[in-house]
């Protein structure tokens, strides 16, 4: 007998389950509130990426006379605009595509529980409530942005990740509270679109869950491009001033104000499972956040989460990993989550990204471990790129030689990263890298040479 399976959310992580219980014969309905793709396609991975795109290809252009070209761009930014809808419209199409091509039903509307097994939509194109039941439900609720409790963000200069990717135009300035990936990619963005951009974070450091050498050298590079960064700073409140917002921040043990004429609120964001009515359904969360086990099922049997509503890691292709497992252990399976394989990854200029364990978690962990350095001031196609700007570090243990973190700041890190992946899952050596044969000229080779420092034989670098 063909099994129901419900979806809850139709993001990466709620689509992707609903190809995949559909692969595995389920009878399939995925109920969306807004729109397929979810925060990922709509206001969040796609579109920022689109925006950096175009800051990227400005900044090259403005910047090319070494390279031989002089020119003189002009930003139209209502086609940046422009374009990103096109881009977002098109991955969108496809999904629905997709829906249609698996036989996936699909609501749109808002959900609630009645029961472990019934879910309550509200549907949005019509008055009527309809009621679904399944043999097996799972959540993807994904998240919202988090907006702390501070005087004066109902401000309408003040805005969320959603708002500074809709600006009708490039703020003269802008001030971004939050130094995590929402506030440095933005960052990244809207200077180079010509904005007077100041970033405020509480912690000591940006980007505080990623190798802190390497954050270290994003920082400078973020400062060299006139970006002002401001550490262990704490917003108290946010005013209006002669039409700008007046931003009052504790700096250095004073009260210090900035003003800014668009405020981004980029501290991270939050479960959006509010109105789910989950206790109905025996469901257990922290914080907001399910509570679940590697199978991804929750404490209710037969019910599952997945993605940035169970808070695991808030990452598009980490509820695309959850929701295969999730759909295959609602249709029989026994698959497990395993998040050492996944990357982090920060578009900035130069890119960042990084997977595994960074030097403070080998050190948290007591773990013996040995590191292997290669800046790519000394990799020709880096050179070629960026003029070098970067470096390659690999952390490996000492008794076996084994991978255990990549960390990479510099062109194509982002696609780079995923080698890193590939060697943690297969509990790959140094060695092994070594012995893998990596194409001239490119930015991949500085891998190779991180391998080889490791062991103290890199080739292109004097060795520590």
């Given at each position: 007998m063909m099994k129901k399976v419900a979806i809850i959310g139709g993001g990466p992580g709620g689509y992707v389950a609903a190809i995949r219980a559909a692969q595995l014969g389920a009878e399939v309905t995925l109920i969306e509130k807004n729109h397929l793709g979810g925060t990922c396609l709509n206001v969040g991975c796609i579109p920022t990426k689109v925006l950096l795109h175009s800051a990227k290809l400005f900044k090259e252009?403005?910047?090319?006379?070494?390279?031989g070209i002089t020119a003189q761009p002009v930003l139209d930014f209502e086609q940046v605009q422009t374009n990103k809808k096109a881009v977002v419209n098109g991955l969108v199409n496809g999904v629905k595509?997709?829906?249609?091509?698996?036989?996936v039903k699909v609501l749109n509307g808002t959900a609630s529980f009645a029961d472990a097994h019934t879910i309550i939509v509200k549907r949005t194109d019509t008055t009527a409530n309809e009621k679904i039941t399944a043999d097996k439900i799972i959540i993807a609720a994904g998240s919202i942005p988090a907006i702390p409790p501070i005087p004066g963000l109902t401000l309408p200069m003040c805005i969320d990740s959603t708002g500074a990717l809709s600006l009708k135009k490039v703020p003269g300035s802008l001030l971004i509270i939050g130094g995590g990936v929402i506030g440095v990619e933005m960052a990244t963005a809207y200077r180079a679109f010509g904005s007077q951009v100041t970033i405020i974070e509480m912690l000591p450091d940006i980007l505080p869950m990623m190798d802190k050498e390497l954050t270290g050298h994003l920082?400078?590079?973020?400062?060299?491009?006139?970006?002002?960064?401001?550490?262990?700073?704490?917003v108290l409140s946010v005013g209006e001033e002669k039409e700008q917002a007046a931003v009052h921040v504790e700096l250095n043990g004073s009260e210090s104000i900035f003003f800014a004429d668009?405020?981004?609120?980029?501290?991270?964001?939050?479960?959006?499972?509010?109105?789910l009515a989950l206790e109905t359904a025996g469901i257990h969360s922290e914080r907001g956040f399910i509570v679940v086990n590697d199978r991804m099922e929750t404490t209710t049997p037969g019910i599952y989460a997945i993605g940035d509503c169970n808070g695991k890691s808030m990452l598009a292709h980490v509820a695309s990993t959850q929701g295969e497992v999730a759909a295959e252990n609602a249709l029989g399976g026994n698959s497990l989550y395993d998040g050492r394989t996944n990357p982090s990854c920060v578009y900035t200029e130069p890119e960042l990204a990084s997977v595994g364990l960074t030097?403070?978690?080998?050190?948290?962990?007591?773990?013996?471990?040995?590191?292997?350095l290669f800046p790519l001031k000394a990799n020709g196609k880096a050179l070629i790129m960026n003029g070098g700007e970067g470096m390659v570090k690999i952390i490996v243990d000492t008794k076996y030689r084994e991978v255990l973190g990549m960390h990479i700041f510099g062109p194509r890190a982002t696609d780079l990263i995923v080698e890193g992946a590939l060697a943690i899952r297969l509990e790959a050596t140094a060695e092994e890298l070594i012995?893998?044969?990596?194409?001239?000229?490119?930015?991949?080779?500085?891998?190779?040479?991180?391998a080889l420092a490791v062991e103290h034989r890199a080739i292109h670098v004097i060795n520590r």
């Open positions: 252009m403005q910047n090319c006379k070494s390279a595509g997709l829906m249609t091509a698996n036989k920082r400078r590079r973020l400062e060299a491009d006139g970006i002002l960064i401001h550490t262990n700073a704490k668009q405020v981004l609120v980029a501290i991270g964001r939050r479960a959006d499972t509010a109105n030097e403070e978690q080998a050190k948290e962990k007591g773990i013996n471990y040995e590191v292997g012995s893998t044969i990596h194409a001239h000229p490119t930015v991949g080779e500085a891998l190779h040479e991180a």
